[in-house]
């Protein structure tokens, strides 16, 4: 079974900054994407930023500029530095990973944390 944990939300006032972070635990044979997705009240789920084995990463044109993904492959841990943060990133956010679980026979799942929430307000 693989498990994710997120940590690092709460309320932060507009301009400021806030660091998420997502471990995961549990029988991993290979981590292949990690990614941070956000859900703001009355809307879908978004993805915002994820990064590859390699380290390519993607972003939201929302947040391009001003959040930075990253990752600790040795932890298990993807980070996410959000700066210059907005009321409009309010949101719970999630962490998401696509690995190769063990034990054999090996498999491929889609895991998600439980969602921290962000709030950004005066």
């Known amino acids: 079974q693989v498990q994710l944990v997120e940590s690092g939300g709460g309320l932060v006032q507009p301009g400021g900054s806030l660091r998420l972070s997502c471990a995961a635990s549990?029988?991993?044979?290979?981590?292949?994407?990690m990614g941070w997705y956000r859900q703001a009240p009355g809307k879908e789920r978004e993805v915002v930023a994820n990064?590859?084995?390699?380290?390519?990463?993607n972003y939201a044109d929302s947040v391009k500029g001003r959040f930075t993904i990253s990752r600790d492959n040795a932890k298990k841990t993807v980070y996410l530095q959000m700066n210059s943060l907005k009321p409009e990133d309010t949101a719970v956010y999630y962490c998401?990973?696509?690995?190769?679980?063990?034990?054999?026979?090996?498999?491929?799942?889609?895991?998600w944390g439980q969602g921290t929430l962000v709030s950004v307000s005066s």
């Open positions: 998401n990973f696509r690995v190769v679980a063990g034990p054999s026979p090996y498999r491929r799942l889609e895991v």
């Open positions: 549990g029988s991993i044979v290979v981590i292949n994407v």
């Open positions: 990064i590859t084995s390699t380290g390519s990463t």
